[in-house]
């Protein structure tokens, strides 16, 4: 997948997609236990295509970089890759890059008492109450995390 930067902030840097190029790379059929080793199977599944297994919706989905540290305890880290799908409906719990009074960010939609909040997965900073006087909207919702172990 070749990234191709549109944007950036002080949070988030934006990338599309390249669709041209496609990559079937070897899938092994068989679950790897993180506990106790397992006997090695020895066979390959069909080719995976990771174009076709983490982007949905093509003309709607972005690759987001994260800078900073908010969302660390939901796994998502400093120089972390998002795959941002703008197609998907928001809902309550997910993981969503919102636009808030024109800066972009990304938190965990929280909804409580017909409120809504931006909530971090950090302890050191605090949720966002959006209220009716902030321009605000959902921009994508996360459905994939790029990270390096």
Known sequence: MQLRKIHSNRELIFYSPSLETKVELNFAGFSVPAGFPSPADEYLEPKL???QFLIKHPTATFFVRVQGNSMINAGIHDGDILI???????????????????EFTVKRLHVENDELFLAPE????????????????????????IHKP
Do not use: S, Y
């Not at 809902?91 to 808030?100: E, F, L, S, T, Y």
């Not at 950090?122 to 994939?144: A, L």
């Open 84 to 102: 941002v799908d703008r197609a998907v409906e928001p809902k309550n719990g997910d993981i969503a890059v919102c636009v808030i009074d024109g």
């Open 122 to 145: 950090n302890g050191n900073f605090k949720p966002i109450k959006v209220t009716q006087f902030q321009d605000f909207k959902v921009w994508g919702i996360v459905t994939f995390v």
């Open 49 to 51: 295509d990771l174009n």
